[in-house]
């Protein structure tokens, strides 16, 4: 049992001896590696993992807030196309109403306008009445004057007041016929 | 089910990355056994050694040519990413800009491969290993690592040969892969504990998956305990094919890039040109294997499987 334990041994040995491996050696490249990667680790890896991260953050914290302006930028144009809508349908509405109550006055402008000419017309046709009247009554003194002096020219006798009255009456009856 | 087929996605890339790795594993073996008869061919003393060479020692401490490597490379690492986090902007420019990429795509890499909780425990160990490697593999490309430095004249080939570089590929040499793998190990344990629990630990271990009943469980409870002792073989093995892996490949690219640059002498310069840009690509794809293995092996300890309600 032994004996192979030693032939390993000794096997080991020889090619340890073989490869040039040595205890001092070995260690001390141990040591030079440990400094190597302790220094690494401080000095070179943690400031730059370090500046790493926090860029990492940055970009994150970048891209979060365009996502959140984006986002504030899709309310404030949906708040934009609600108030123009808004707008829009206010002012139609203003304009309808505008329309409604303008169709309202013109039409009220319009019966008092024909209110006015139908007075305009009654007033003159009262008037043409009057003068017709006036003319007619004019027209039969007149008639009756004339009808008077020609028969009395032509009969060559003073009519009497009744007579007169008379043939006045009789000229009126003949024009009014 | 969606988000569970593309966590798996990585998971399959990784092990697509490591059946190219094999390949690369295994080219890197025929090279490493083909370099000797080469070498035969060409000049036998060519072969680059196992060892990494001595340069000075302090004390009772001696330095390498691999140590020596590992600190350039390790100093260079920190100076540039303390110049690149020095002062941080939050728009990045230049060199803060490169190691922002660098670090953000590994981040991503293993969050996609081990999940957001424990990347944000063991990104630090993942990305060091991965970025230390990748450096130390290609600073291992540049021209004169491995050529300059110490050696002889031969008189009858007149040619200078180099004996003891100034400088060798780091993780050509095995004390830092296996410090490497060694320091995973501790850790993997570490975080095994903090996940599971030790009694979740011997549970993820030893026992039974999935759902069964009766005489079924009573075997699969047997069954899953011997499991459990080849698994135990297996992590306790991990640290070895670890540190092999990576050093027989950075240790293989060495040796053929040698051999392509002494093939045929009069065309020393050119002919290594390809191979090198095979060695960058090897490079990366080492890293890349250490480092997704380190966290597969991360994850599957750390993983909880619902149906077994485990609370942690």
Do not use: C
């Not at chain 1, 303008?102 to 003068?131: H, N």
């Not at chain 2, 008869?37 to 060892?51: F, R, S, T």
């Not at chain 2, 590994?106 to 970025?131: D, M, P």
Request: hydrophobic residues 50%; without cysteine; aromatic residues 10%.
């Amino acid at each position: 049992m032994n004996i192979p334990i030693f032939l390993a041994a000794n096997l080991v040995t020889e090619t340890a001896e073989n490869f040039g491996f040595d205890v001092k050696i070995f260690l001390s490249q141990v040591i030079s590696f440990v400094i190597v990667a302790l220094l690494l680790k401080q000095f070179a890896y943690k400031p730059i993992l370090a500046v790493l991260e926090e860029r990492r953050q940055r970009i994150a914290e970048g891209l979060l807030n365009a996502e959140k302006i984006k986002q504030q930028l899709a309310e404030a144009e949906q708040r934009y196309q609600e108030i123009l809508a808004k707008g829009n349908g206010e002012a139609q509405k203003m304009i309808d109403e505008a329309r409604a109550s303008a169709g309202v006055i013109a039409e009220r402008k319009q019966q008092e306008a024909i209110v006015a000419a139908e007075q305009i017309l009654a007033k003159a046709r009262e008037a043409s009445a009057l003068e017709h009247e006036r003319t007619m009554s004019q027209l039969k003194r007149e008639l009756g004057r004339l009808v008077i002096d020609t028969t009395a020219k032509v009969t060559g006798k003073v009519l009497t007041r009744d007579d007169q009255r008379r043939l006045q009456e009789e000229a009126s009856r003949q024009v009014a016929s | 089910m969606i988000n569970r087929s593309f966590r798996q996605l990585p998971l399959l890339l990784s092990l697509l990355s490591l059946l190219i790795f094999g390949g690369f594993a295994s080219d890197a073996e025929a090279q490493e056994t083909a370099a000797p008869e080469a070498g035969a061919v060409a000049e036998k003393h060519e072969a680059i050694p196992l060892k990494a060479a001595p340069l000075f020692t302090i004390g009772k401490f001696t330095v390498t040519n691999s140590m020596l490597v590992t600190w350039v490379v390790a100093l260079g690492i920190i100076v540039f990413a303390q110049t690149a986090t020095r002062k941080i902007k939050q728009i990045p420019t230049g060199a803060q800009n490169f190691w922002e990429w660098l670090v953000e795509g590994l981040y991503n890499f293993l969050e996609s491969v081990i999940g957001s909780h424990l990347v944000r425990k063991t990104f630090w160990f993942f990305a060091t290993i991965f970025i230390f490697i990748l450096f130390l593999n290609w600073f291992g490309l540049i021209p004169g690592v491995g050529t300059i430095g110490w050696g002889h004249h031969d008189p009858v080939t007149n040619v200078f040969h180099v004996d003891r570089p100034l400088l060798r590929g780091a993780n050509a040499d095995l004390n830092l892969t296996f410090a490497m793998a060694a320091i995973f190990f501790t850790l993997w344990i570490f975080w095994a504990l903090q996940e599971n629990g030790v009694g979740g630990f011997i549970i993820h271990l030893f026992g039974p998956k999935g759902d069964s009943k009766g005489i079924l469980k009573v075997l699969m409870i047997v069954v899953f305990f011997m499991v459990g002792w080849l698994e135990i073989v297996s992590i306790l093995f991990r640290p070895i094919s670890l540190s092999f892996r990576l050093y027989g490949n950075v240790y293989a690219g060495e040796n053929m890039l040698e051999s392509m640059a002494h093939i045929v002498p009069a065309l020393s310069w050119l002919i290594p040109i390809p191979f090198y840009f095979m060695e960058l690509l090897v490079g990366l794809v080492q890293a890349l294997v250490f480092m997704l293995l380190t966290a597969v092996f991360t994850l599957l300890i750390a993983h909880h499987e619902p149906a077994q309600g485990v609370h942690h």
